[in-house]
C-alpha cells in the first residue's frame, strides 16, 4: 500500500468497496428471478471490476491482462 494514504482516505476505499459488493450481491440474488438478467450481468462485472481494480491500486499491483 502507498503510505501517502491516510486513514480518511483508507475508510473511504472500504466503503466504496463494501457499497460495490453490495451491489454484486444484491444483483446475484435477483438474478434471474427479478429484472433484467443481462443488465444484471453487467452490474456485477462493472462493480466486481471496480473493486479489483481499486485493490491493485492500494497494492501497487499491475492492471488486469487486456485492461
Do not use: C, F, H, W
Amino acid at each position: 500500500m502507498s503510505e501517502k494514504e491516510t486513514i480518511a482516505q483508507l475508510t473511504q476505499v472500504a466503503e466504496d468497496i463494501a457499497e460495490s459488493m453490495t451491489k454484486v450481491a444484491t444483483n446475484i440474488a435477483l438474478l434471474g428471478i427479478e429484472g433484467n438478467a443481462d443488465e444484471q450481468m453487467k452490474i456485477i462485472t462493472e462493480e466486481n471490476n471496480k473493486v479489483l481494480n481499486r485493490i491493485r491500486t492500494l497494492y501497487n499491483l499491475p492492471p488486469a491482462p487486456g485492461g
